[in-house]
């Protein structure tokens, strides 16, 4: 949303007039600090960007996955399955952004999903 949202010139606080919300709620949503907006929510910034499918579509799959503090219940998994949780939450904070679009992509593509999905 920020990157669009810039690369058409427009404000935050032009964004949060619009949409009813404060400014400082939508720079939380931008920086991860804040929860999974509403669908709702989600369909208004799509309009106000002027998206259009694929890129709303986009956007809205973004902000479905958007929560700052995921939760990977690991009870009954096997053993690989615990470690690799527990590596990626004690390790995450130390990848750069182009150690985790790497490894986003091998384990997409490991589970047979695009990069899109």
């Not at 130390?94 to 593509?109: C, G, K, M, N, V």
Request: a neutral charge; glycine letters at 4%.
């Amino acid at each position: 949303m920020r990157r669009i949202r810039k690369e058409r010139s427009l404000t935050l606080q032009q964004q949060a007039d619009s949409l009813s919300v404060s400014p400082a709620y939508l720079s939380a949503l931008e920086h991860g600090k804040k929860g999974r907006p509403s669908a709702a929510l989600v369909d208004q910034i799509c309009v106000w960007l002027n998206l259009i499918w694929d890129d709303a579509e986009a956007l809205k799959r973004k902000a479905v996955m958007s929560h700052p503090r995921p939760v990977i219940p690991v009870a009954g998994l096997h053993e690989n399955a615990v470690l690799l949780a527990n590596l990626l939450s004690h390790n995450i904070d130390r990848l750069t952004p182009i150690q985790s679009q790497a490894l986003l992509h091998q384990l997409r593509d490991a589970l047979g999903q695009s990069d899109d999905d």
